[in-house]
């Protein structure tokens, strides 16, 4: 080590951060294995743990058990993942003896406790599993994390909610929907399904019929989801006001309803092609063979997309017909018109050889 | 460093020389540590919202159709495996193109005879222009693939076909020797449905040799048994890892994967499509992405998805690996040099002001410093101007910094993925992240001064099939559809 004193002082910061990294990949490299050894304890445990409570609780929605074991709180992640995935299948949700056995251990506290100290995935999967308690107690606890920074932990928390009380969760969780635009679409989807069309279609149209263009083409979705009878006064008074394009091409999407063909019509000759796309399928979904004259000039339209949904809407509108169609094609000038008219129905022929 | 005996100017020179060195030895590693305190903070964040085991159902239902993509040229022996392993994706909507590249092989009947596809009139969009498309197929019994057969025109060419034919405002790049494990295409396309900004997202590419494939899916990970592959698990691990993962929050990727990225259908379409005449066409249309959309002042994000989710067959070879490395630094240059107007750039943002001046000064012009330390050791040593003291402080210095690198990569994996559980193959990894830096490392900058140097020379030339000899020993042995047998249903 005696030419430390005497090298160059870039020689011997050469050395020195030689060492330092090197004891540094070395208590990397310990740190690798021993993470290595707890991930595998803790897996193993949380196996064990799973098996035993799936057994337990796979029983109890047979039939309600005579006893039940302990709950100790190295299990807790087990069983809560159990009991959340046979929720998940309906056949076995909310089966009463599931509820005497999460009622024997205690499960309600546990989970609260769960909520406060856990990790970022077992706070969640025990937001869920509050869900599928059903426990008025834990609903102003849950009702505190909806405007929870994590889009994660605020969506959960809201479906939660709408399991334990619909109709005074909906109050909260409209507004939510509106606010948060990093609400992941599918989760608000699936909640408002699971709370059914008669808890939300109010709340959710009058919001719609609120909300700025921004925004409400999501509602008008979720709304036509959940309820077609509800959406179409909406939809009928969106598209009879000047509206942004988007929102328009929303409402045509989800049209349900006949009694909005004309206004869907009207917008055939719209400049926006994909309001010209949506209106011509909206057509081929709702109309009558009556409307292919209208629908023919968009055979050449300069967008493919709208020669591709216009030759599907009108072999919608023509039903078996394949002549008509044919026909179509054989007295169109436009090359494009005809080739999308020979797709469409090399499509069918296609799908009909199956 | 010896100093007996030569000019004081040549001294002057030297030391100046050294201080460069010492300078850009010292940037080098301050950028590659910070990189990887950015990923280990992005990957525990990822690890910590992602790793919720229930998310992925609460998606399915509004998943966007996805158009995959999978260009071929001469794949024979591994199209059919990739197309069926595609088709056993957990994805609710998705289409797959088959891009048949003027192959002189039998990829084409295989790809028709393995899917019982026939010929079909499709109105083809001629968006992008391409080499032209001879015909079209289309499968009575598979309606979610089709076969695009045309003209070879590489690989950027068919990728601008596929673009044509893609039904989905979604799409998928796959290379034909790739396997995806069941949600790679969900857990890449989740950038998308979190942000509307997103136009282009890219995924970890793995190292499949080793491993075992059953049905088209990984069945078992596990390291190779060959030294080259095995470097570059450990290569692949630091790459990806922080290299990518690093820059990713900081919307400054500037690379996505050829073999499987997700891009935004309209904005390619408004760049463009791919460059024909580059041999980096993967590279430069992210560059080329980031350029336009701060030029138009768009919005937009370029994300980098960590999970596991692609894996690829790399070189066993010198030769191939040779071709592969001399073709990614040209990728590398001609997508920087092509695109020099992001460098700096008033509205530039991270990619502009760091991360295209990393790239350019470090990984592409770095090769050259490298090996002309690398020379002057040895020139030095040769005439006797050498100190051996200093040489071996700083070789002591350069190792330990890049077995460090590699090693936090491991760290990285472990507290994400744990994709290598055994604490035996951490040894292995450990020991080859120690052995890479003997030979491995300076052979790398060499084939990587190559590129450069054949990126000068070849300038503009269109771009060819980046062929690497493969293996293919991972495939489990199901029946194949001879490529001349009868049709399956």
């Known amino acids: ?354 | 460093m010896m100093t007996a005996g030569i000019s004081p100017e040549l001294t002057s020179a030297l030391i100046l020389m050294q201080w460069g060195f010492l300078a850009y030895f010292i940037c080098i590693n301050v950028v590659y540590l910070a990189l990887n305190f950015i990923a280990m903070f992005a990957i525990l964040r990822h690890a910590r919202e992602h790793g919720a085991s229930f998310r992925v159902k609460n998606f399915a239902s509004y998943q966007p159709p996805v158009s995959i993509l999978v260009p071929a040229h001469n794949e024979e022996r591994t199209i059919l495996t990739t197309v069926r392993s595609l088709l056993r994706l957990g994805y609710p909507n998705f289409e797959i193109v088959v891009v048949n590249d003027g192959s002189t092989d039998n990829t084409l009947q295989a790809v028709v005879n393995g899917f019982g596809l026939v010929e079909f009139p499709e109105a083809y969009r001629s968006r992008l222009h391409t080499e032209p498309v001879k015909r079209i197929f289309a499968s009575p019994h598979n309606g979610r693939v089709r076969v695009v057969d045309k003209h070879n025109g590489g690989k950027a060419d068919a990728l601008n076909a596929g673009i044509n034919t893609a039904r989905f405002p979604l799409f998928c790049v796959v290379d034909a020797d790739c396997i995806l494990q069941e949600d790679s295409l969900a857990r890449v396309v989740q950038p998308f449905l979190e942000d509307a900004s997103m136009i282009a997202t890219g995924g970890v590419i793995r190292i499949v040799n080793g491993c075992k494939v059953q049905d088209g899916l990984l069945s078992e990970v596990d390291l190779p048994n060959k030294v080259l592959p095995l470097v570059q698990t450990v290569e692949y691990l630091r790459a990806f890892l922080f290299g990518r993962l690093g820059w990713s929050p900081i919307n400054a990727l500037l690379i996505i994967s050829g073999a499987f990225g997700v891009f935004y259908k309209e904005r390619v379409i408004a760049a463009g499509g791919y460059k024909s005449d580059l041999v980096g066409e993967d590279m430069e249309m992210v560059v080329r992405l980031h350029n336009r959309m701060r030029e138009e002042k768009r919005p937009y994000k370029i994300a980098f998805v960590p999970d596991p989710i692609c894996w690829t067959e790399v070189p066993s070879d010198l030769r191939s690996f040779y071709n592969q490395r001399v073709r990614w630094q040209q990728g590398l240059a001609e997508s920087l040099f092509g695109n020099w107007r992001l460098m700096f750039r008033r509205n530039g943002g991270m990619v502009g002001w760091v991360a295209y001046p990393f790239m350019l000064l470090f990984e592409c012009l770095g090769p050259l410093v490298e090996v002309f330390g690398y020379a002057a050791v040895i020139v030095l040593g040769l005439v006797g101007m050498l100190s051996v003291q200093a040489f071996f402080a700083f070789l002591f210095a350069a190792v330990g910094l890049g077995i460090l690198l590699s090693v936090n990569a491991m760290l990285l994996e472990e507290i994400s993925f744990h994709l290598y559980p055994r604490p035996s193959q951490q040894l292995k990894l450990f020991l080859v992240a120690v052995l890479e830096n003997f030979g491995y490392r300076q052979m790398t900058s060499l084939f990587r001064v190559i590129g450069m140097v054949r990126w000068l020379v070849t300038l503009r030339r269109r771009s060819s099939w980046g062929h690497v000899r493969r293996s293919a020993d991972w495939q489990d042995h199901e029946p194949q559809v001879a490529a001349s047998g009868p049709a399956a249903p």
């Open chain 1, 1 to 354: 080590m005696s030419f430390l004193m005497q090298a160059d002082a870039q020689i011997v910061f050469a050395f020195w951060v030689g060492v330092c990294v090197s004891v540094a990949s070395l208590l990397m490299l310990s740190a690798v294995l021993v993470l290595r050894q707890i991930a595998q304890r803790r897996e193993r445990n949380h196996l064990r743990a799973a098996a035993f409570w799936r057994q337990v609780l796979s029983a109890a929605t047979q039939a309600a058990p005579a006893s039940v074991p302990a709950l100790p709180w190295r299990d807790m992640a087990g069983f809560v993942d159990v009991w959340n995935e046979l929720h998940d299948a309906p056949e076995r949700a909310d089966s009463p003896g599931m509820r005497a056995v999460a009622e024997r251990v205690g499960l309600a506290p546990k989970l609260e406790r769960m909520l406060r100290r856990s990790s970022f995935h077992d706070k969640v999967m025990a937001i869920i599993a509050m869900g599928y308690l059903r426990s008025q107690t834990s609903f102003e606890q849950l009702a505190g994390l909806i405007d929870d920074a994590s889009p994660i932990i605020s969506i959960s928390a809201a479906r939660a909610l709408m399991r334990i009380d619909a109709v005074r969760a909906v109050q909260q969780v409209v507004p939510q929907i509106v606010a948060r635009h990093d609400w992941v679409d599918g989760g608000i989807a699936q909640m408002l399904d699971e709370a059914g069309p008669r808890v939300v279609e109010k709340e959710l149209g009058a919001a719609a019929l609120r909300a700025n263009d921004d925004v409400a083409p999501r509602l008008v979705r979720f709304l036509a989801a959940v309820s077609p009878e509800e959406a179409a006064p909406v939809i009928g008074k969106i598209l009879a006001e000047p509206h942004d394009e988007h929102l328009v091409s929303t409402c045509l999407q989800v049209m349900q309803n006949p009694a909005d063909l004309d206004k869907a019509r009207a917008l055939l000759a719209h400049p926006r092609w994909h309001v010209r796309m949506h209106a011509a399928a909206a057509i081929g979904r709702l109309g009558t063979a009556d409307d292919a004259p209208a629908l023919a000039p968009l055979l050449a339209d300069a967008q493919w997309w709208v020669r591709y949904r216009t030759a599907q809407a009108l072999q919608q509108l023509f039903g078996s017909d394949d002549a008509r169609l044919q026909q179509l094609r054989d007295s169109h000038q436009d090359r494009f018109a005809r080739d999308i008219l020979t797709q469409v129905m090399a499509e069918r022929a296609l799908e009909e050889s199956t």
